[in-house]
Nanobody, 119 residues
């Protein structure tokens, strides 16, 4: 059974950093991208970044470009999201998902991890 498990969320002060992890297992359908998304209370889910399983190429939403970095370790089937210079508006539940295209045609979602940026 396909499974994605996020970890690494928590409470951090503004300007701080966190690294999220997304571990994939049990996939029988091919996926080509892992993406990170977030959903803040009362807001729609936002796609932030994706990385290709094939060549490691990445894309970012304008809202996180320059502050967040996505990376992968194919040997561990794990994708990371390094988040620097966090702002209160980054507070949300963060999800990873496996998809056929970058943030499109999602095959499976993780359960989410809470990130709270507050002093």
């Amino acid at each position: 059974q396909a499974q994605l498990v996020e970890s690494g969320g928590g409470l951090v002060q503004p300007g701080g950093s966190l690294r999220l992890s997304c571990a994939a297992s049990g996939f029988t359908s091919d996926y080509y991208f892992i993406g990170w998304y977030r959903q803040a209370p009362g807001k729609e889910r936002e796609a932030m970044s994706c990385i290709s399983k094939i060549d490691g190429s990445a894309e970012y939403a304008d809202s996180v470009k320059g502050r967040f970095t996505i990376s992968r370790d194919n040997a561990k089937n794990t994708v990371y999201l390094q988040m620097n210079n966090l702002k209160p508006e980054d507070t949300a539940v963060y999800y990873c998902a496996a998809s056929v295209f970058c943030t499109e045609h999602v095959l499976s979602w993780g359960q989410g991890t809470q990130v709270t940026v507050s002093s």
